[in-house]
């Protein structure tokens, strides 16, 4: 009599597939869990401290030597390299550099001039850059992060973490370019000659007539400054911050709250502007220019602009801005973790 193959029940098939099913749908919604929660904090922190990276463009952008009405902007010429053939009379009439201004005093000089709103120029820009660039880096390095965590240990080496950021960071700028580039020029508008101000209304309008005037490659101009500065922020902020936080916990110092968050943030938020304050200079001076029809751009590109930027103004020009920029970066950055970590709180069942 012949054995009846030993064939799977259909119910335990199925048991099976419904397994599977779920722990997909499973990683799945953690998945897009990650950029939600990224995406929410990410917004709220760039809405919050856009005055002061608006602050911080405008810094970068002093000592600037092509603008396109240096009499009228309260920035350094480059004097740096005169020759010693210069006239008597010529320097007699050449009027003497203005004096360089702090942040505070850029601020109260927008807010005289331009008025409060002006403050906020471009904050339109930086929803739609949080919404694509920070929301994806977000996303991605918590995907990474729980896939290369320690299931048993449940940590990841520093240097995971460090990789994880730049891939995430990288990714990231990326995708969120054109808005980078919409924001720059409208948060550096106010500076400008009236007769010489874009004016963008929105950054639809800034995209739309970029991409009109000076075609689409115009929208990723800088795009290896956004992506390098992207991957130096993600990876020196988002690892030190886990770094951090993870170490005030085994220590004991506090527990798991709200100082330790404010603690391990401000700190990732120094780190991340001392590594990125020079990339940022040069991709603000990049995304900024503006290129006359027929005639040869500013820059050539960001190394061209580096190397200008040493010889006409110095080497800690690529400082320039620093102190606006971690008086941003540490809010930023504050407010960045403490409501991812509040937000993850109100969605942790769904």
């Known amino acids: 009599m012949s054995q009846r193959p030993n064939v799977p029940h259909s119910s335990s098939i199925a048991f099976g597939l419904h397994s599977h099913l779920l722990i997909f749908f499973e990683s799945a919604a953690m998945g897009v869990k990650g950029f939600v929660e990224g995406g929410i904090a990410s917004i709220v922190a760039g809405c919050s401290t856009h005055p002061l990276d608006l602050i911080k463009v405008r810094m970068q952008l002093q ?11 309260t920035l350094r010429p480059a004097l740096a390299f005169q020759t010693t053939t210069t006239t008597t009379s010529s320097a007699i009439h050449m009027p003497p550099p203005p004096a ?28 739609l850059r949080q919404t694509l660039y920070s929301t994806t880096r977000m996303g ?61 209304t ?5 995209i739309t007539r970029m ?22 922020v993600t990876a020196s902020q988002l690892a030190s911050y886990d770094q951090i936080k993870e170490m005030i916990l085994e220590n004991g110092l506090m527990k798991d709250g709200l100082g330790t968050h404010v603690a391990a943030s401000f700190s990732a938020g120094f780190v991340a502007a001392v590594a990125s304050n020079p990339v940022d200079v040069i991709k603000t001076r990049v995304m900024n220019m503006k290129v006359e029809a027929g005639q040869k751009p500013p820059y050539a590109g960001a ?16 400082y320039k801005g620093f102190i606006p920029t971690i008086s941003r970066q540490g809010p930023f950055t504050v407010v960045l973790f403490v409501t991812l970590e509040q937000v993850r709180k109100l969605l942790k069942d769904f």
Not at 148 to 167: C, H, N, Q, V
Not at 202 to 206: F, G, L, N
Request: a positive charge; aromatic letters at 4%; one cysteine or more.
């Open 211 to 232: 991409t009109k005037q000076e075609g689409v490659t115009s929208l990723w101009r800088g795009s290896s400054l956004t992506v390098n500065r992207a991957m130096l």
């Open 303 to 318: 190394l061209d602009c580096a190397i200008k930027t040493v010889k006409a103004e110095g080497p800690m020009a690529f």
């Open 63 to 73: 000592g600037e030597s092509h603008v396109p009405n240096p009499a009228v902007q």
């Open 202 to 206: 929105s950054v639809v309008d800034a």
């Open 100 to 127: 360089r201004v702090g942040p505070v005093a850029t601020g109260i000089k927008i807010f005289r001039t331009e008025g409060v709103a002006a403050l906020f120029s471009g904050v339109s820009a930086t929803v």
């Open 140 to 200: 991605l390095y918590d995907i990474l992060k729980q896939k290369w965590t320690d299931k048993e240990t449940k940590t990841m080496p520093l240097s995971r973490k460090i990789t994880a950021g730049l891939i995430a960071g990288g990714i990231g700028a990326a995708v969120g370019n054109p808005a980078d580039v919409a924001m720059v020029r409208m948060q550096a508008d106010g500076r400008l000659p009236v007769s010489q101000r874009r004016n963008y």
